[in-house]
RNA sequence: GGGGGUGUAACUCAGCGGUAGAGUAUCUGCCUUUUAAGCAGAGAGUCGACGGUUCAAAUCCGUCCACCCUCACCA
């Protein structure tokens, strides 16, 4: 007997401190587990095999659902197979619903019509067994589609209750009662919100119809589908903390990455003109709404393109994903209607601080800069120069403000340090961030390909860390080297795919659109 | 890390100093077209953990844990 099992899972800590009286205890806590041993003893005396190892079916519940009076009056013998959602019994003859991954039907059990023998086994039944029902479809006198079982099959038996939830329809809404709502509960045991919230599952069949519609757009293109190692022996592509892990045989720390652009750029050096992958991204930093510690990055790369090329990419894929999630080019977040029609606005860093704040920065003026931010009550790190202060105006004045899809293009070069310089302006790269509903979707670069000049970026990466800051890049030799055999003018972009995906679904938490977030351990 | 909130039966919750409640689920009985099926009955809880105050704590106080919200941090 397993007692770390679900429902006694919070009682374990008993089992350390009071073995005795957790035996006794357990007599209770393992009442219902008793009831459904017993239920399979029963079935065992019957001949019958509780969890059998083949099971048939000759119909998704579905296809009758949308052929029902096909199948009526073809009184055509079916078989389905589901799990056992709902019983009502009474007596001689028993309804229930059983639903498959294709959705949920009536099924009706008589005395009569299965015998003596397969009603005691039908009996025996709980609401979580799965079942394989062969029978004839019929309308109930209530008019209600159903299958009229002739055999009722177990497949498997469930051990632990499912927490129950009813429905009524109330002028043809459905009214739902005793929900699976705890947030704690949901997410450690996802199998039981996928199996009682339903629009759980369809957040999910969203973000999976997202993914693929970003691997068909980016094929029709011609890119790449390729895979990067997420165990590094340095890290870099972003500005983050990493997780460091070890590995035995070589004797070496690895780290997971924070970032697939550097071995992206190395593909191109290697002459694949245009890469893409979706994968996941790790950072070992604070946890909220929008941050897990791990989470999937779209990142692409094309060689002979640029950033501008790179805003054009992104607004015609997530046109083309809105047409195919949504049905038109545009999306309704809580009370805001997002359209993502395009061009979409376009507009500088420091114009649009400009604009919201009144302050031009244009000049790179750090003390003047300086003050101002201190006037607003910016924090001003000591690492910080005049592009990571304009920044921080960005964000104060500037980042809740854009709603609607907007590339703020040209940050400052200190704080972009794979990207290419701006003609003309020594301060800028061509480096846009995209923005929707105040938040940060994407992030794009004219690539450095110029490997002096990325070498002196890095080493004043490497400066900053010394100074203190932790998210400062390393340098990465082997990196360099491959640019130092010459890369091709680039355009790289990167997109969160977890925030896509919140936005199609219209959630403000990220752990609504993964499966498994990561929480703390239960002890 | 700061502030606020929540934690009671398998699920949803009530109780907020006098020794544990409801509905659902489970079990028993009745019921051959029900659908939140119904009727009658039963069993089921270290009231998140630890400590304190009290004759008496689910309830008041403190500490801790988990989760949620919010701010800070964080591309």
Redesign the pocket.
């Known amino acids: 007997m397993t007692f770390s099992r679900d ?1 006694f899972f ?2 374990s ?2 089992m350390n ?1 009071n073995m005795e009286k957790f035996g006794e ?1 357990m ?3 393992n ?2 587990l008793a ?2 041993k017993q ?1 399979l003893e029963k079935l065992k005396v019957l001949g019958v095999d509780p969890y059998p190892t083949r099971s048939f079916r000759t119909h998704k519940i579905k296809v009758l659902i949308n052929n029902k009076n096909d199948f009526i009056s073809s009184e055509e013998v079916v078989t389905i197979t589901g799990r056992l959602k ?8 028993g ?1 229930g ?1 059983i639903t498959d991954d294709s959705g949920n039907l ?1 099924i ?1 059990v ?3 019509t299965v015998g003596e023998e397969n009603y005691e086994i039908y009996k025996l039944l ?2 979580g067994d799965f079942v394989q029902i062969k029978g004839v479809c ?7 589609f ?1 299958l ?1 079982a002739h055999v009722v099959t177990v497949l498997g038996k469930s051990l ?10 109330v002028d043809g809404k459905k ?1 739902r ?9 949901r ?2 045991k996802r199998y039981l919100d996928l199996l009682l919230n339903p629009e759980v599952k369809k957040n999910f069949e969203i973000r999976a119809q997202i993914i693929k519609e970003i691997r068909s757009f980016l094929d029709e293109k011609e890119f790449m589908e390729v895979e990067t190692p997420i165990l590094q022996p340095l890290y870099g592509g ?4 990493p997780f460091v892990t070890h590995h035995n045989t070589l004797n070496v720390d690895l780290y997971m990455r924070i970032a697939l652009e550097l071995y992206h750029k190395r593909l191109i050096v290697g002459g694949i003109e245009r890469v893409f992958e979706i994968g996941k991204n790790f ?1 070992n ?2 946890m ?4 897990n510690p791990e989470f999937s990055m779209l990142e692409l790369y094309q060689a002979y393109a640029d950033y501008n090329d790179m805003m054009d990419l992104t607004e015609d894929m997530v046109v083309h994903i809105a047409k195919k999630v949504n049905n038109k080019e545009a999306v309704t977040f809580g009370d805001t209607e997002i359209s993502f029609q395009k061009p979409w606005r376009r507009a500088s860093m420091i114009d649009l601080v400009k604009e919201e704040s009144g302050f031009d920065a244009a000049d790179f003026d750090f003390e003047k800069i300086k003050s101002f931010c201190e006037e607003q009550g910016i ?1 001003v ?1 000591n690492t910080a120069g005049p592009g990571k202060l304009i920044e921080a105006l960005f964000e104060k004045f500037v980042e809740p403000k854009l709603v609607q899809p907007t590339f703020v293009i040209d ?1 400052p070069k200190e ?2 340090p794979l990207a290419k310089v701006k003609p003309g302006h020594p301060n800028l790269t061509e ?1 846009f ?1 995209l923005f929707i509903n105040g938040n ?1 979707y994407g ?1 794009a670069f004219t690539e450095l390909n110029d490997p002096i000049d990325q070498r002196q970026r890095l080493e004043a990466q490497s400066k900053l860390r010394e100074m203190g800051d932790v ?1 400062a890049n390393v340098v990465d030799e082997d990196f360099l080297e491959a640019l130092e055999y010459g890369m091709p003018p680039t355009g790289g972009l ?1 997109i969160g795919i977890d925030r896509l995906v919140m936005l199609f679904t219209n959630n ?2 990220i ?1 609504e659109v993964i499966f498994f ?1 990561q ?5």
């Not at 632990?160 to 329809?169: A, Y």
């Not at 972003?238 to 903390?241: F, L, P, T």
């Open positions: 429902i919070r009682k800590k008993l401190r205890k007599e209770n806590l009442q219902l009831v459904k239920k709902t019983m009502r019994r009474q007596g001689k003859v309804f619903n009536q009706f008589k005395k009569d709980d609401l019929f309308n109930t006198q209530r008019g209600e159903s009229r632990l209750p499912l927490p129950t939830v009813k429905e009524k329809i009214q009662f005793d929900e699976f709502t705890d947030i704690e509960l997410y450690r972003a500005n983050a903390r950072r930093e604070g909220d709404r929008t941050h924090d790190e940050f704080i972009s480096r961030e940060e992030n998210e990167g403000t938490s752990k977030p929480m703390k351990p239960e002890e």
